[in-house]
């Protein structure tokens, strides 16, 4: 498995797809009775915005194993180090299987190519999840989480959220305001930040 490949014309910021793996390849039939070729690569790659150099890669290979598509390889690499809170929170291990067995079967039956299909950087289920329909809605638990950095990381935190979600510090800042519109964070004050979850 070539970490070093694949990368190119990835948009700026964190993405997912998938790609037919080098060797022998397998045919596993889905519950839905789409054929499936395997192995496959999951990635997800971080491509820095302003110098479009990749920052750290996951490429998750599922191979055939007996009658299910198994995890059988996993390389990370980081430049120059791997970004350990943005995995510890967003990579789950099951997650390439998942889209393998899930969401992959579901996009062929519905006549849509896997292989160009942007699959969520959020984890399963919503990795798997290829119903999701885009929303300007932020929901409630994702703005907690947001809520909850923000409190931990205190001074600096647009642009250390900002890296680890591959968006604008501004994007953030606007979460942040979003938290406290619904009561998830308390108020401010005049000249006063308040940094108290509710």
């Known amino acids: 498995m070539n970490i070093e490949r694949n990368h190119t014309n990835r948009p700026p910021g964190i993405s997912s797809k998938i790609r037919q793996a080098d060797g022998p390849q397998s045919k596993w039939v889905a519950a839905n009775g789409q054929a499936v070729r395997l192995p496959l690569i999951v990635d997800h790659i971080n491509i820095d915005p302003k110098s479009s150099i990749r920052i750290w890669c996951v490429e998750a290979r599922i191979d055939l194993v007996g009658d299910n598509p198994e995890l059988t390889e996993v390389r990370l690499k980081g430049n120059p180090h791997l970004n350990t809170i943005h995995l510890q929170r967003f990579f789950r291990w099951a997650t390439p299987i998942e ?5 992959v079967p579901t996009l062929m039956e519905k006549g ?7 699959f969520s950087t959020e984890g399963y289920p919503d990795s798997a999840n290829i119903e999701r329909k885009p929303t300007t809605r932020l ?6 989480e947001i809520a909850r950095q923000y409190v931990e990381i ?5 642009r250390i959220i900002a890296q680890q979600r591959g968006v604008s510090k501004r994007t953030v800042i606007s979460w942040v305001e979003k938290a406290r519109k619904r009561g998830i964070l308390g108020p401010t004050t005049r000249g006063r930040r308040n940094r108290r979850l509710v």
């Open 154 to 158: 205190g001074h600096g935190y647009a």
């Open 99 to 103: 889209i393998v067995r899930v969401a």
């Open 139 to 144: 929901s409630d638990d994702f703005l907690r």
């Open 112 to 118: 849509v190519d896997p292989f160009k299909f942007d």
